[in-house]
């Protein structure tokens, strides 16, 4: 099975923390130069000095999904700079949680633009040199409230599902040897878990232990997921071994969906 990614240059977004540090570092296990883009600058370093110490060549970019306008400039960048990128993964922490009755519409626009309008910005710069390569790879990682509304996450799954149905329609528009396919992530143990698990136990009047004990009893496998496990499933999606999934979303959540 070939799943190297030597002469490919993948650009992670989110890869400070979480899922996105994980699919960095795993992606550039399977050969492959790597671009970390976040907002947290001092964590990138860290990030980057992890690849480098493993041999691969890593770069750090600082950026907001929040502004477009220098995103954009910033996407032209990092292709100038590195070269053409050739596996893209949309990743961003989600929305705060709460009921979708309390939500405002700032907080639908605001989650519009960080995961819909700017995962088209960015596929937008940087499809030309997928497209060239005859190779592409989009991977947006979004939550299993695809298939499954999560309580108290209103805005989160209402985006999510965009998010999921922007990809389905790509799919059916992009060359030949470029795909675009969705990781539906389980509970998994991040800091944004950890903050879900506080407002959760803040709403409910009960301890953030006890909201992470719930969680634990809807899944098959008895624990949360490991963001390297998702990272896993993110570079395998990313490899040449995947080349024939196209326009899918894997659940990759411990066997917690009910839904087929």
């Excluded at 691969?56 to 600082?62: D, I, L, M, W, Y």
């Excluded at 030949?176 to 698990?197: H, M």
Aim: hydrophobic share 40%.
């Amino acid at each position: 099975m070939n799943t190297s990614l030597a002469g490919r240059h993948a650009l992670v977004c989110g890869a400070s923390s979480g899922i996105g540090r994980a699919a960095a570092l795993a992606l550039g296990a399977l050969g492959a130069q790597v671009t970390g883009l976040a907002r947290r600058r001092d964590r990138l370093d860290s990030l980057v000095e992890e690849l480098q110490a493993m041999g691969v060549q890593a770069n750090a970019v600082e950026a907001d999904l929040d502004d477009r306008a220098d995103l954009t400039d910033t996407i032209d960048a990092i292709v100038s700079d590195h070269g053409p990128v050739h596996v893209l993964i949309n990743n961003s922490g989600g929305p705060p949680g709460g009921p979708l009755l309390d939500a405002t519409p700032e907080a639908f626009e605001l989650a519009f633009g960080r995961h819909v309008l700017a995962s088209h910005l960015i596929l937008g710069r940087t499809l030309p040199g997928m497209r060239e390569a005859g190779y592409g790879r989009i991977i947006n990682v979004i939550s299993t409230s695809v298939r499954e509304p999560i309580p108290n996450l209103g805005v989160s799954n209402t985006i999510r599902g965009a998010v999921a149905s922007w990809a389905k329609t790509i799919s059916r528009e992009l060359p030949p040897g470029v795909t675009i396919n969705n990781v539906l992530p389980g509970f998994t143990d991040t800091d944004r878990l950890g903050q879900l698990a506080e407002g959760n136990a803040n709403r409910q009047g009960t301890s953030a232990d006890a909201v992470r004990e719930g969680w634990r009893a809807m899944i098959p496998e008895g624990r949360l997921a490991r963001p390297e496990e998702l990272a896993d499933v993110i570079a395998f999606l990313a490899s040449p071994a995947a080349s024939y999934v196209r326009g899918v979303s894997l659940p990759v959540d411990g066997g917690r969906l009910r839904s087929i």
